[in-house]
């Protein structure tokens, strides 16, 4: 029987007590361009004057925390993007609030998201998918070897800097140490849930392998694994053990890692996935140098729409992650209240990292694995 039942690390009391009274205003000039949206708010771009750089500033309204199970996803978000240092996950940089939002700076990557590059293109090689395959596969090792489970790795959640992948959006991550196993919820994005999260089963590390194979097969494919109008087909989809078709071009050995990523049981874990033979024949392959040339994006500002890549495609695609899931569907673990008991002010303060208690054993794991 599975000891282990962590849901979400332990909750900080509460933010930080605004002792430093830096402003928003005085570091970073929020600009009116936006980068993109979520439920809780928007990412906008912002400039730092003294060092001349730009970030990504998430502003994530109050408003929204009032709706249950939305302060435990920021608190998420924050604590996980504070915990992890490595060159394929966004870089957190600090956070503030004031009375009606948090911001939340961010690294800017300025290229959009694979979910974009893979619209345009509709369809990668095998070695441009591999180039962000690997990348992705390195966050997720380095995640799971401290034991993080990322739980929403889908193709709108990988951000693309120059040729770098960087993973994002930690609203699902949990914590579960000494094997441990996650319980029952539906979380993530459905068209990349695993039928353990769909039949609300307790799972594990897994989730973000059944991912990681639908998100590699939306790579080579330009359509999703699993598609449907209505959910509930959706969900029977996706746990009808139907055999799947794949692209018949595709080298048996990438086909091969397909089918173990994408196993009901039996999955392989992440180790297994980068000591695979596709990997490592893909490693091997000198040449391997047909990653797409990005130019930066075209950011949208309140009325434009955006165009993200200067690449070329008039081809169609198909629309991702229409169904995240919803509060009501999961369990409830925590009682939803604000933030931040603290500030009031109109003007967001800079808050230290108490979000983050580095004494949390969620967080003891200090292996470095950025290579
Ligand atoms: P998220 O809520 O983190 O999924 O972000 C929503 C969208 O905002 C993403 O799909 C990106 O288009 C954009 N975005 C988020 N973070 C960044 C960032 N650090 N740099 C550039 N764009 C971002």
Redesign the pocket.
Known sequence: MNQYYYNLPPKPQSFAPPTQKKLLKDQYEVLQIE????T?GK?KLALNHTIKKKF?I?IISKSYMKQIFATQHILNELNYLQACKHKNI?EYIEHFEDRDNIYIV?????H??LNDLIRKRNKLTEEEAFHYFYQIAQAILYLHEKDIIHRDIKA??I?LQNSDV?V??FNWSTFLPNGGKAKPCICGTTEYMPPEVIRKEIHDKGVDIWALGVLLYYMLHGELLFRAKQKEELYEKICSKQPIKFNENLSKECLLLLQQMLAHQKRINIQQVLNSNWVIKMLRCKNNSSVLRLTPIKCRSSAQESTRFSVVSDSTYFSSSKFTAKSQDIEPSEKQGNISQGTQDQNPKKVKSSALDQNNPAFRVEKKYCS
């Open positions: 980068l993109g949206s979520g809780y990412v990504a998430k966004v961010l690294e800017y990557c300025k959009g998201t709108d959640n951000l960087k994002c959006d």
